[in-house]
């Protein structure tokens, strides 16, 4: 049997997580995590739009962006 091998990031929440004792608890973490994440990727997109990378050209071709596995039913 192979050993999980932890980051010092995922020990920490690990050892974070190990006092949290009620659901609410628990929710109240996801909501910070999730919320620091989403700071961080406005953060990721204001670059993004300061830089040129991303432009309203952009933004809107990617509303007409249809990228879809096309399926077959296979015939039997």
């Keep these: 049997m192979e050993a999980t091998v932890f980051n010092p990031a995922q020990l920490k929440l690990i050892n974070l ?8 608890e628990l929710n109240g973490l996801q909501k910070v995590i999730s919320d620091y994440l989403a700071k961080q990727l406005e953060g990721e997109i ?25 399926y077959t039913k296979k015939q039997i």
């Design 46 to 70: 204001n670059n993004l739009w300061e830089d040129g990378t991303l432009t309203d050209e952009k933004v809107e071709n990617f509303r007409q962006l249809h990228e879809r596995t096309p």
């Design 17 to 24: 997580v190990s006092v949290l004792n009620t659901p609410e």
